[in-house]
């Protein structure tokens, strides 16, 4: 498994006019899948948790740094930087640049607390790339308002709430001292960008003359629910709601849970019975970690919840059984994932891929 988490870091398949190896811009959801599953639902496995959780939370690093330094390599070359910035929809992908540093945060702090000086630093990088961030989330929303159908608008916009929140937790965690204010009003920002993005998905789908659900339901409208339970994480993390809210906004997330991977099950049946199993569904597109992360983050939130006397409840005992099936469902999924890439570097049959793109 180490050599596999490794290898994921190697998630480089494009190359540039000149030839310049280069990394796809959203591959910091590698991070935050990988993260989050160490943050949190590796605590259900003391095998992995104890025996090597430091050992991946290293492994983890060192991914992020061959990943982060491709990154700001590439963001400076003009081949890709201009694209990308034109297309107001794929230019959120950056929010999983912003997570990832920010999952990486926690699970540094979780098993090496000793380093939270580093750490802190991570975070004020972090907080000033989140800074800019928001300028373009900003200018992005702006350009889509005022032409909601040119884009194929999809959960990626998403990843503005999911940004937002992330760094709300990190402050929580590293810098304690900030005032309660702060943290609230950003807190509060990631909500309303959750509301714009879900006006704008709903225009997409809901006016669309037509769409496929085969190929035009994206992987990244996971980010639906998962964007909502870091919001959760955040709000539990900061001890901002009362555990009645707390506990009804736990169930709005998880109706939504159960909505859209209920869509992404008919998904799958018809895209098989359209592609077949291999083209269908077990063809790595890395917009598939976006799922790997949701998945990973409702067990935070959720875990993180139950572990909180404050919040006890009358669904304590179904959130013990719940957590221990999901544990194994982030983990299971995860490990898929890393099949899926390894499959896609050293495929063992030939076959044309069929991936789903971002846009």
């Known amino acids: 498994m180490l050599g596999c988490m490794i290898k994921v870091a190697g998630e480089m398949g494009m190359r540039s006019k000149d030839n310049m190896k280069i990394i796809n811009p959203a591959s910091g959801s590698v991070i935050m899948a990988l993260g989050i599953f160490l943050y949190a639902a590796i605590e259900a496995f003391p095998f992995l948790d104890h025996i090597m959780g430091e050992t991946l939370t290293v492994v983890l690093a060192v ?14 070359h003009k081949d890709f930087l201009l694209p990308f910035l034109k297309n107001p929809v794929n230019s959120f992908v950056t929010g999983t640049w912003i997570a990832g540093i920010s ?13 939270s000086a580093v750490v802190q630093v991570m975070g004020v990088i972090n907080t000033i790339l989140w800074f800019l961030f928001l300028v373009s989330c900003v200018y992005n929303f702006k350009q889509l308002f005022q032409r909601p159908r040119r884009h194929s608008i999809h959960g990626v916009i998403l990843l503005s709430t999911v ?45 669309a003359k037509q769409w496929s659900l085969t190929e035009d339901w994206t992987n990244t409208n996971c980010i ?17 709601m009362s555990a009645l809210f707390i506990m009804i906004f736990w169930l709005v997330v998880f109706t939504l849970l159960i909505i859209v991977e209920m869509i992404e099950i008919i998904r799958a049946v018809k895209r098989v019975r359209q592609f077949g199993w291999k083209e269908g569904v077990f063809t790595y597109n890395i917009s598939q970690w976006a799922r790997n992360f949701t998945f990973g983050m409702f067990y935070a939130f959720s875990w993180t919840m139950h572990e909180n006397p404050y919040y006890m409840n009358a669904m304590y005992d179904f959130h013990e059984s719940f957590l221990s099936f999901w544990a194994w469902m ?27 793109p971002f846009d």
């Open 103 to 115: 999952v990486l945060c926690n699970v540094i702090i979780k098993y090496f607390p000793e380093l």
């Open 224 to 240: 639906i629910h998962g964007a909502l339970s870091i919001t959760g994480l955040a709000i539990v993390s900061s001890q901002w």
């Open 63 to 76: 991914i992020a740094l061959l990943v982060y330094k491709s990154l700001t390599f590439q963001f400076f």
């Open 330 to 356: 982030v983990l299971v999924t995860l490990v898929v994932e890393i099949g899926l890439w390894v499959e896609s570097k050293w495929p063992v049959s030939q076959g044309q891929k069929n991936s789903l």
């Open 163 to 207: 940004a937002t929140q992330s760094l709300v937790i990190v402050w929580v965690e590293v810098f304690p001292f900030l005032p309660d204010v702060l943290e609230l009003v950003v807190m509060v920002l990631g909500i309303f960008f959750y509301i714009c993005g879900m006006f704008m998905i709903g225009i997409r789908y809901g006016k």
